[in-house]
């Protein structure tokens, strides 16, 4: 099957479905109101409330959703056959993520910008709100964590990185400057720092930056060091000032970055080389429930209702904006999922050199890369497959390797570095609305729950030592469970999501549905998960994950209790329209 045809039938699926399915949840189940005032505006503090354009927030919330999740996850999940990664990145984002994360961005924003864990308070109960927030500090807690390691892995495999990656923040805060201080039009400055920043990337990639060993220190030990220490600067400054505009960059090189691959698709027009469907690859886990939990952000992503509430909702200056911003967001993660598919599908089979320098091609590539689950799910081998697949691709129109190879170096950094802060801002949020809830005084103030946040994902880093080894192990000891704890949040949030529309009176089939099969799903892969660990004896993983589990059971419990009570109850307005 040539790999064109599908991207252009999925490309023109998500365009459609934003101007239908999108529109009606907009105007029928979400239904929403343009002369509201958003918290943006009622609450600004020109900190973390800040009424922002919406092809602004578009960039940083979209740069905050994706990081490496719509990338690493189908370049695993591909070795189940692209057929079934097209589906589920297709329909899944159509009919479960744009909805939640549309859902969520609304929910927050009529809740004085809420996160959603803490809106289940108002919603449900405080004890589920209290359920919820701990589910949500223990999965920031593994995402702060580990990429910051990713990010420092990063750095070591593309040394040609360094300077375009790190010369985006001082581009960001001139932009954020230029914009917010002096009133200057933000498109045509930002189009010109994304020029700038591409002559950072040709210098990068002539001109690449190691990092020595320093006092006995591995090199991706300092540099999770040194990114832990940005994500609490970058967290704690006013978000116009470094996070915006530099999402807003990110967001222009996410559409160069799609513009490259798509013409290399099109230029090219690689066949699949991967099988279209294969059920029992080696040593693999089941595809069903796995196939739902290791692709995550492109299809669906709990991760994204802490951005949609965490930081977007404070941002988005009208209702107007939600479905652009939170549904078309959600499209267009899925767009990047289906090019990635593209890339490690199709693009991998125009060439892949082996460790012994020689280049093979075709369905013996893909097979040699993809030869068991071990071997596919090792970070170098996920991100390998998607920057070798993509240079093959920019390669068929004329752009150096080398050059190819830096620009995906690059676009690999920066969307991790987003995501790390991210998850650091956003954790702050929640530290500080559990203080408050507990009447924590020094955890309330921004400078100490962000120390919180970080100091808790050191904690997880070298509890065991600086060594790589220690740190490696330290970071990642959780990861496996991160994928169903994401997942389970995403039902979680689609829970938090529905009971509010019960409340309104509007039909809760449309997250009702998703959320009974994410909920089967993370369910499923997590009963899977608690009988492996306790196989291999591997009781900190089995005592987290059986933990949470229970938390989920528990949420469930006190939701239908409460979405029973409401039966014949009359509709409720929001807290900003009451």
């Known amino acids: 099957m040539n790999s064109l045809v599908i991207a252009l039938l999925c490309f023109v699926g998500y365009v459609v479905a934003y101007h239908t399915y999108g529109k009606f949840l907009s105007k029928k189940i979400f239904q929403t109101n343009e002369a509201l005032e958003c918290p943006s505006c009622s609450l600004q503090d020109d900190k973390d409330y800040v009424p922002t354009k919406k092809e602004v927030l578009f960039g940083h919330h979209f740069t905050s959703i994706a990081g490496l999740g719509p990338i690493v996850g189908p370049a695993i999940a591909i070795i189940w056959g692209w057929v079934p990664a097209v589906i589920w990145v297709f329909f899944g984002s159509i009919f479960m993520g744009a ?83 002096k009133g200057a039009g933000h498109t045509g400055l930002g189009i010109l720092a994304v020029i700038i920043m591409y002559a950072t990337v040709v210098v990068g990639a002539y001109v690449p930056l190691s990092m020595p060993t320093i006092g006995g220190m591995n090199p991706i030990v300092i540099w999770v060091v040194i990114m832990l220490a940005y994500a609490f600067i970058a967290s704690t400054l006013p978000v116009q000032f470094l996070l915006q505009p530099r999402d807003y960059i990110n967001g222009h090189q996410l559409i160069v970055a799609l513009g490259l691959l798509a013409i290399g698709a099109l230029v090219a027009a690689p066949a699949f080389v991967a099988p279209a469907v294969n059920m029992n690859p080696a040593g693999a886990p089941p595809i069903f429930p796995f196939l739902f939990v290791v692709i995550a952000c492109g299809a669906i992503s709990g991760f994204h209702s802490l951005v949609s509430s965490g930081t977007s909702a404070k941002q988005c ?61 090792g970070l170098g081998a996920k991100l390998g497959a998607f920057v070798q697949g993509s240079a093959n691709l920019m390669a068929s129109y004329g752009i150096p390797g080398q050059i190819a190879l830096t620009i995906m170096g690059v676009f690999l950094v920066s969307f991790a570095a987003t995501t790390l802060d991210s998850a650091t801002r956003i954790q702050r949020y929640v530290v500080a609305e559990l ?113 949470v589990f229970l938390l989920e059971i528990w949420m469930i419990i006190e939701s239908v209790i409460v979405l029973k009570s409401l039966s014949g109850s009359e509709p409720e307005p929001d807290p900003s329209t009451a």
């Not at 892995?153 to 300077?163: D, E, Q, R, T």
């Not at 309104?504 to 499923?524: D, E, Y």
């Open 435 to 547: 203080a408050e809830a507990y009447n924590f005084k020094p955890a309330t103030t921004p400078i100490g729950a962000t120390l919180v946040a970080v100091g808790t994902a050191a904690l997880l880093c070298f509890h065991d030592g600086t060594s790589i080894g220690a740190v490696k192990k330290g970071a990642l000891a959780l990861w496996p469970l991160f994928g169903t704890v994401n997942q389970l949040m995403a039902a979680m949030a689609l829970l938090v999501i529905t009971v509010y529309l019960a409340r309104k009176k509007v039909r809760t089939v449309f997250t009702a549905v998703p959320l009974v099969f994410m909920v089967a799903m993370t369910g499923w892969a997590m009963v899977y998960n608690l009988n492996n660990f306790m196989a291999k004896q591997n009781w900190m993983l089995f005592g987290i994950g059986l933990a």
């Open 99 to 181: 909805v939640h994360d549309f859902g969520s961005l609304i929910v927050s924003m009529r809740n004085k910008g809420r996160s959603v864990g803490d809106v289940a308070s108002s919603l449900i109960s405080s004890r589920v709100r209290t359920l919820f927030l701990l589910i949500i500090f223990f999965e920031l807690l593994i995402v702060i964590a580990v990429f910051a390691l990713i990010i420092g892995i990063l750095f070591n495999m593309y040394p040609a990185s360094v300077i375009p990656v790190w010369g985006e923040v001082p581009i960001a805060i001139l932009l954020g400057y230029m914009v917010y201080k």
């Open 317 to 377: 200056e009208n209702e107007r904006d939600c479905q652009f911003i939170g549904y078309g967001s959600m499209l267009t993660e899925a767009a990047l999922s289906t090019l990635v598919i593209v890339a490690v599908g199709a693009g991998i089979g125009l060439g892949l050199t082996t460790s012994d320098g020689s280049v093979i091609t075709g369905t013996t590539a893909f097979t040699t890369h993809y030869a068991n689950w071990s071997t596919a799910a």
